[in-house]
């Protein structure tokens, strides 16, 4: 039983993982938390959903068509929203994104309505597979797999790449990065387009464990944020980890007390970030004055 | 432009003869209202009302602390609920119950403060964050509160209910006094509030906390009397709002509806008390009047249900409202970050020094 409960804490806690690290990009780069994540995640599956079952194309075309859209979202809310604000400070950046989140969830809202619906995913909840004399489920399997392997790119991608080296100049100092002829735009627009990549795909995850609805997005997304939050959210191993604790935590104690299993993730973390304010993996910079 | 000579010029509440003269009309005004106006607008009063002793709480914590909460809808909750469960459960006084909750909201506000002291940005925002959602949580799953059907508010007795003292008022126009009174009072006493000595070191956290550490402003303490004096407003707005709509349930307390009252606040134009009151009314207006039924607009109406009918669906066009409010916020931070009240700072200018 323990087991059990353990193999899906870690595999729910894996895609806030995967959802988390989508947000640590963007903060990673630009410093700016993306409330509207959820949902170009949601936005995203619907198309997927549109592709799937009104145009009944097969599978293998709508994954690839609904990832360039995710990236061509991603790119279009960072050149139309964010560009333009002159200046901005972290309220009025924070004051975006959520404009950008309540004007996505009513287009979706208006387009697609609010009855929820089944999203026919390729990897299923219900069939399982043995590994390891262990029965888990597709889905399971599949989420694991994929984080893992993004979360090992990312990190090969940040330390060793051209772009990854750039898009850490960035963050550190934008006027240093530009001064080292870092195309500083170029880097931001490249950093919306993963984090959409990447949050579509765990979208969609979400989407096959529950159901599709314009609201479906807005806790996985808390959970995962809250996750990032604690394991810090300038460092993508951290911010996997804090995904995997969540998963577990949630879990075990939604296990024992399925009363509480929505808020005992968010005690949990408002404890942990009063204790360590910058998340438990990230290093806590000194103000300076 | 405005040049202070002395101390009291700048502590004075009305600055100017006009200010003072224009600010007696508008309340005249407002007063005058309810012989105008049909029910359903009186209605519509009551909830701006409401929202604006929300906005100018929330903007001593924003606007002039600097802090962010995402989390006010759990202060409104604690605010609703207490009133009305004081009343019903307790039989004490709308004033008495109304304070009482209010206080216990300041209490939670205190609560969120002391985390906040070591928190800033998007970590704050979390914290908040989770703190509206274990609120509306909480108030979901005990029976006390009415689970999740939500309860009916009391009859809103003024005097002492179940004796000869009992003063009980009902229909809008009633309750609209009640809350104009209650709007004026708490509206003047936050922009006393903020010429006094605690409003300055609020003001000086928000530009810069070290440097208003090292001036001698204790942060821990006017961080957390921000966080509850902020609180306390939000609780009293939640306690009127109880008895305006009359039925409320925990998902009246939703995310969102922290994010309408940012948005008020930041439509208005953040640190100003005048801004609040002008955002709230219009972002109250919009939501509740002219986006509910947006398909009845003259010509913008006729072609959004074309658009609707060509490319969306025509059920869907109730959501337009969040789409209006998603692109305002977006505009208002590009265009123009100061807000409503930075408009009326540029025109005030233009006309002072005109024509140059």
Redesign the interface.
């Known amino acids: 039983m323990f087991e059990q409960l353990l193999i899906e804490g870690v595999a729910i806690g894996a895609c806030y993982g995967l959802f988390g690290v989508a947000v640590a990009i963007i903060y990673k780069t630009s410093d700016v938390i993306n409330f509207a994540q959820g949902e170009m995640g949601m936005v995203a599956t619907f198309v997927a959903y549109h592709i799937l079952t009104v145009y009944g194309l097969p599978f293998w075309i709508a994954f690839p068509a609904t990832m360039v859209f995710a990236i061509l979202l991603g790119m279009a809310i960072e050149f139309c929203f964010l560009r333009p604000a002159k200046d901005p400070n972290v309220l009025g950046l924070l004051i975006i994104t959520l404009g950008a989140e309540m004007l996505l969830m009513g287009l979706a809202g208006w387009k697609w309505g609010s009855e929820q619906k089944d999203f026919p995913f390729l990897l299923s909840v219900h069939k399982n597979v043995e590994i390891l004399g262990l029965s888990v489920n597709e889905w399971t399997v599949g989420v694991f797999t994929l984080s893992i392997a993004i979360m090992i790119f990312l990190f090969l991608f940040f330390r060793y790449s051209r772009l990854g080296i750039a898009m850490r100049a960035t963050q550190q100092n934008v006027n240093a990065a530009k001064i080292m002829g870092i195309k500083v735009e170029r880097v931001f627009s490249i950093t919306w387009a993963m984090s959409s990549f990447i949050g579509a795909i765990a979208a969609m995850f979400f989407a096959a464990r529950s159901v599709l609805d314009p609201n479906f997005m807005m806790e996985p997304f808390m959970r995962a944020f809250a996750a990032a939050v604690l394991g810090g959210l300038t460092s993508i191993p951290g911010v996997v980890v804090g995904g995997l604790l969540m998963g577990i935590i949630e879990n075990i104690f939604g296990y024992a007390w399925p009363e509480w299993k929505p808020i005992v993730a968010f005690v949990v973390i408002i404890i942990i970030i009063t204790v360590r304010p910058s998340g438990l993996f990230s290093k806590h910079f000194v103000k300076k004055v | 432009m405005d040049m202070k000579r002395d101390y009291y010029e700048d502590v004075e509440l009305f600055q100017s003869g006009t200010i003072l003269f224009w600010s007696v009309v508008l309340l005249i005004v407002l007063f005058a209202l309810p012989f105008f106006l049909p029910s359903y607008n009186i209605y519509l009063l009551n909830v701006i009302l409401v929202n604006v002793i929300l906005a100018v709480g929330l903007n001593i914590l ?1 606007g002039y602390t600097g802090q ?1 909460s995402l989390g006010h809808a759990g202060f409104f909750a604690i605010g609703a609920y207490g009133t009305s469960l004081i009343m019903m459960h307790l039989h004490l006084p709308f004033f008495v119950a109304l304070i009482i909750a209010a206080l216990i909201a300041a209490f939670f506000g205190f609560i969120i403060g ?2 906040a002291l ?2 800033e ?3 704050l ?3 908040t ?3 509206g ?2 609120i509306m ?2 108030i979901g ?1 005990w029976e006390i509160f009415g689970g999740r059907m939500g309860i009916t508010a009391p009859p809103l007795d003024l005097g002492i209910p179940g004796s000869s003292l009992s003063w009980v008022i009902e229909g809008d126009i009633k309750i609209y006094y009640l809350i104009l009174v209650m709007t004026f009072l708490l509206v003047i006493g936050a922009k006393n509030l903020m010429k006094t000595r605690v409003g300055r070191a609020f003001m000086s956290i928000r530009d810069d906390d ?2 208003a550490e090292v001036m001698g402003v204790n942060l821990t303490i006017y961080k957390t009397m921000s966080f509850a004096v902020s609180a306390f407003y939000a609780g009293i707005a939640g306690g009127l709002y109880g008895f305006v709509v009359g039925f409320f349930d925990p998902f009246s307390f939703n ?2 509806l922290s ?1 309408i009252f ?2 008020m606040i ?1 439509v208005g134009g ?1 640190g100003s008390i005048m801004g609040a009151v002008t955002g709230a009314a219009l972002i109250t207006y919009l939501q509740y009047d002219l986006l509910k039924n947006v398909e009845n607009l003259p010509y913008l109406g006729t072609l959004l249900v074309n658009i ?1 009918r060509k ?3 025509v ?16 505009a ?3 265009f123009e ?1 100061l807000g409503m009240f930075g408009i009326w700072i540029r025109i005030k200018k233009y006309w002072k020094t005109w024509p140059f």
Do not use: C, D, E, Q
């Open positions: 924003v962010i002391l985390p070591r928190l940005g998007p970590y925002a979390i914290a964050l989770g703190f959602l274990t949580h909480i799953r070290i440097a995310l969102i994010i940012l948005v930041v953040l609707s490319w969306f669906t059920i869907g066009l109730a959501n337009f409202s969040n789409i209006a409010l998603g692109l305002i916020m977006i208002i931070v590009i970050p």
